[in-house]
């Protein structure tokens, strides 16, 4: 625990050093051009607090008050806005201050702090900056992220994530505090303190602007190669530690009950099915999403388990748990499954319940369940095949087979890449997405590696961008031997598939699945597809087999 507590902290610190500060940057700055001895404490303790509740907390506060969180985004940006105009406007200035003093002090008289410290109005400020921050996930932080999705906060993440915050806090602080001195005592800076402040005041407007239009994320990613990749907390200590704190809460195998099947909003190939009228029968759950990748590789075998062991006892139940809204819709998931060849049972998890259940946070992830309803073997992601096979055939009072596992070649590929505005990272420099706009796109040639382009008309929200036009063109630099797009619509004109200069092949799309836009040899290559109009893309995923 101790180990796990300074390598967040130091990961904290470090994270000045990131492009995910960028956006908060101007703010802390700015913290320099206001009156106030303690409003850089204020600020960085708002934050910190803040930034500390609302990753532990607002999973449970949606789910219990059913609010969107974007509200709580949009009232953290309405602040900051606000907070903006303020530097810009003495007179209103004055007027915020006055009535926002109460709130921030919680009992100090209102003359006290707008004429001494300034500590209040930079609290405030500071919780507005907290919900809004993301920083970058190292192994530590996403672990943090990983509990809080499937509730299972206890005092650990608690102090994990504060001695992060607090390690952040302290360049923040010395940003923000120097900042101030340095106007302080310069009799230059001091005479134009007010327009310093004021220019600030024109950043602040534009960050709530560019973190409500999601230009913030271009902005790191153009800027993220000027950065040097700093993950302290990324060895083998501190990942034997972070087995360690997950195994209390969230490994699959401290579960002393095997869960229910809980929430399925809808059941293919079978009625509705249950763990406990199950019980006798081996049952092998496999948690997927018709359009990733890993899954698909994974169903053939599991396809083959269920053909042979079916009349020997074994129910297999493929729990579909959505990672794009499209997914949700059981036409597209009857559709994926008859296309698929899958014919065993389907339960639909569009609410993540029975996911959550099962302390489950991967795709493909499989769990295996005896006779007596006691959970016996669980294994996350590709392979282990005979290991799994040999589970079953145990169960099943068969004898094991005597192979080893297949062995492949492991060579570096693309990694999967996404299209939409929420993490979409890998788009060439020039190309920022705009919400929700018809924009036309370019870029300068040639792409950087696995890099994405744009060319065109195109309209992007939060999970894909969606061609505008049919002369529009999405184009890749990657490294691997096969490459799957997921799409949506449909369209009578077909994509054309561009592969090194040369034209390899016309698809027809007709719904919403994971398509094969190229197989070719193993190395880097430059794909170029012309996408009609009305067709939406979601993410690119790459195989070497």
């Given amino acids: 625990m101790l180990i796990l507590l300074l390598f967040a902290f130091l990961a904290g610190i470090v994270t ?24 850089p ?10 930034f500390t509740f609302f ?40 007027w915020f201050a006055m009535r926002a003093a109460p709130i921030a002090t919680a009992g100090q008289s209102i003359q006290s ?7 209040g109005g930079g609290f405030i400020f500071g919780i507005a900056l907290g919900l809004l921050w993301t920083p970058c996930a190292g192994p530590i932080l996403a672990a943090i992220t990983t509990l809080v999705a499937t509730q299972s906060v206890n005092l650990a993440t608690v102090m994990i994530t504060l001695s992060y915050s607090l390690g952040a806090a302290i360049p923040m602080f010395l940003i923000a505090y120097g900042g101030s001195q340095v106007i302080q005592s310069s009799k230059f800076l001091s005479t134009h303190a007010e327009g310093i ?75 509705p099915l249950s763990i406990h009228q199950l019980k006798g029968k081996v049952v092998l759950i496999d948690f997927w999403t018709y359009s990733c990748i890993n899954c698909l590789r994974t169903l053939p075998y599991i396809e083959k388990w269920d053909a042979d062991y079916r009349k020997e006892g074994l129910v297999v139940i493929g729990v579909h748990t959505p990672e794009f809204e499209f997914e949700k819709d059981p036409q597209n998931v009857a559709e994926a499954a008859m296309r698929l060849g899958v014919t065993y049972p389907i339960a639909q998890d569009n609410d993540y319940k029975t996911w959550s259940a099962f302390r489950n946070h991967y795709w493909p992830a499989h769990y295996l369940i005896d006779q007596n309803g006691h959970l016996r073997m669980v294994h996350f992601g590709e ?38 505005l929420e993490r979409g990272n890998s788009y060439a420099s020039g190309i920022n997405l705009v919400s929700n ?48 797009l997921v799409l949506s619509g449909s369209s009578k004109i077909p994509m054309e598939v561009t592969l090194d200069g040369s034209p390899v092949q016309k698809i027809v799309v007709d719904g919403d699945r994971k398509y094969d836009v190229a ?16 067709i939406s893309a979601y993410a690119f995923t790459f195989g070497d087999e």
Wanted: net charge neutral; with cysteine.
């Fill in 113 to 119: 702090t707008t004429s001494g410290t300034g500590f």
């Fill in 55 to 94: 990753t532990l907390a607002l999973t449970a506060i949606v789910h219990a008050t059913g609010l969107s969180a974007n509200v709580l985004r949009y009232v953290a940006i309405a602040l900051i806005f606000i907070f903006g105009l303020v530097m810009i406007f003495p007179r209103l200035s004055d």
């Fill in 16 to 39: 000045i050093l990131s492009p995910c500060i960028l956006p908060i940057l101007p703010a802390i700055l700015s913290a320099g051009t206001l009156k106030g001895r303690l409003r």
């Fill in 383 to 420: 392979g282990g095949y005979v290991e799994t096979e040999n589970a079953i055939r145990e169960l099943l009072g068969l004898p094991p087979f005597l192979m080893k596992e297949p062995e492949h070649l492991v060579r570096p590929i693309t990694p999967e890449t996404y299209l939409g």
């Fill in 437 to 484: 706009a018809t924009v036309k796109y370019d870029y300068k040639s040639p792409l950087e590696n696995d890099r994405v382009g744009l060319r065109g008309a195109w309209k992007a929200d939060n999970e894909r961008i969606m061609s505008e036009s049919d002369e529009s063109y999405l184009d890749l630099n990657f490294q691997a031997r096969k490459v799957y």
């Fill in 519 to 534: 197989s070719t040899t193993y190395g880097r290559h430059a794909l170029s597809l012309k996408v009609p109009k009305g």
């Fill in 197 to 271: 402040r004021q220019t600030f005041g024109v950043l602040m407007i534009l960050t709530a602007v560019a973190i409500a239009l999601h230009w913030d994320m271009a902005l790191q990613q153009k800027l993220a190669r000027f950065f040097p990749p700093i993950l302290i907390e990324d060895n083998a200590l501190v990942k034997e530690e972070l087995q360690q704190l997950g195994e209390g809460s969230n490994r699959a195998d401290s579960i002393e009950k095997t869960p229910e099947l809980t929430g399925i909003v809808n059941w293919i190939n079978s009625p």
């Fill in 41 to 50: 404490l204020g600020i960085i303790l708002g934050l910190v607090l803040s």
